[in-house]
């Protein structure tokens, strides 16, 4: 059993989400939906919770009202092994939402994702401090990265 799962507190979006979500992510499936009762608060029948697993990864949506909304300060970072797949992250999980510098976006309901090719690490992790460098810098100039252009200016010495 997983020990921590991701909470994500909807205004009236929790299903919506749950089920944009699972439409991108590979290994994801719906797990259950709650709905309000008689008891309230919210309108009987309408989705009071969902959870659902994206990528192996459980996940807990609640629709709680307009108390608090999401911020860049909590996001959720997809290690991506290709340009295919930064692509197909950067592009379902854009659509309809706002594309941030570095390779972060906020997706149509506020929710902030990292979509970041690993080999960005190896790169800025590399001992050459000018390499290391000359990748931080290409990065900063980007909204979605391309690993090529990370690439090029890695190997620019």
């Known amino acids: ?15 919506e989400a749950m089920n944009f979500y699972v439409s991108i992510f590979k290994d994801s499936k719906v797990n259950k939906v709650t709905r309000y009762g008689e008891a309230g608060p919210g309108t009987p029948g309408t989705v009071m919770s969902a959870e659902f697993t994206l ?3 459980d996940f807990y949506a609640l629709n709680g009202g307009p108390v608090f909304k999401f911020s860049p300060a909590t996001s959720f970072f997809i290690h991506c092994e290709t ?6 992250y950067w592009n379902k999980l854009g659509k309809g939402g706002k594309p941030n510098q570095c390779g972060w976006l906020d997706d149509k ?3 902030t994702w990292q979509v970041v ?8 992790n ?5 390499k290391a460098k000359n990748v931080m810098q290409a990065m900063m100039k980007m ?6 252009k990370l690439k090029e200016a890695y190997e620019q010495v």
């Open 1 to 15: 059993m997983q020990k921590i799962t991701p909470f994500l507190w909807f205004d009236s979006e929790a299903e």
């Open 55 to 57: 990528n192996g990864t």
């Open 83 to 88: 340009q295919e797949e930064v692509d197909h």
């Open 109 to 111: 309901f506020g929710v």
């Open 117 to 124: 090719p690993d080999a960005l690490g190896t790169y800025l």
């Open 126 to 130: 590399d001992p050459d401090k000018k």
């Open 143 to 148: 909204t979605k990265l391309d690993i090529a």
